[in-house]
């Protein structure tokens, strides 16, 4: 038995990911902001629905100070290379098997999240908000409400899960349980997660 009834899941670095070993050092470096604590305002912009896929190109190619087609080239590149983590899937299984409900809350632009649903994990998810949708992204509160209101969802029964420590606490502080994921770690996070959902 678990102590909770609804599970969220950030999306980046806890349920998707890409492989470093796969890529090149120049490729890895061109989307380093990702790993820093606050992401720039033209990424965050493009998460929130704000600015188009050819918008943020254009401000890609600046940050990096290449021309806009190497930009449009790595980043496609990265929405099509994005890999389910297996340790996450095996555990998301797992709770799915479990009658658990499990839903989706994560800052994504609409090129990366139209990609990901398509992915074989997602069709274990009941319900989802996505910022580039709602345009609120984590971690503002009013998102983390709209999935409570929109699924009905009790906070005290909900564990949140999400690398970012920011997102962790904005959760914690709606009343959720809240976990901080470690990306560079996925099967350490899912085992503890496991003796946190199912512990006796």
């Known amino acids: 038995m678990s102590r909770f ?3 969220v899941f950030d999306l980046g670095g806890v349920v998707f990911a890409r492989d470093p070993r796969k890529f090149e050092p120049e490729f890895i470096e061109f989307f ?5 604590p606050q992401m720039p305002k033209f ?5 929130r629905g704000v600015v188009t896929y050819d918008e943020v190109i254009a401000s890609l190619a600046e940050y990096n100070h290449c021309d806009r087609e190497l930009a449009e080239k790595n980043l496609r590149r ?16 797992q709770l799915s098997a479990a009658d658990l409900k499990l839903y989706v ?10 990609f990901l649903r398509e992915q074989p994990v997602y069709r274990n998810f009941v319900g989802e908000v996505i910022s580039c949708e709602e345009h609120v992204v984590k971690p503002e509160r009013e998102i983390y409400r709209r999935l409570v209101e929109r699924y ?3 906070a005290h029964e909900t564990l949140f899960i999400d690398d970012r ?7 914690q502080e709606e009343g959720w349980h809240a976990y901080h994921f470690d990306a ?3 099967e350490k996070s899912c085992e503890e997660l496991r003796q946190l959902i199912f512990e006796k």
């Not at 380093?32 to 820093?36: E, H, V």
């Not at 990424?43 to 998460?47: G, I, N, P, S």
């Not at 809350?105 to 139209?114: H, K, P, R, W």
């Not at 420590?165 to 959760?171: G, R, S, T, W």
């Open 105 to 114: 809350l994560s800052n994504m632009a609409q090129e990366f999240i139209e």
């Open 5 to 7: 009834r609804n599970i």
């Open 78 to 93: 990265s929405i099509l290379t994005q890999e389910a983590i297996p340790s996450t899937s095996a555990l998301i299984e």
């Open 32 to 36: 380093s902001y990702i790993t820093l």
């Open 43 to 47: 990424w965050e912009d493009y998460d």
């Open 184 to 186: 560079r770690n996925p």
């Open 165 to 171: 420590k920011a997102n962790v606490e904005a959760a």
């Open 152 to 154: 009905s969802l009790n």
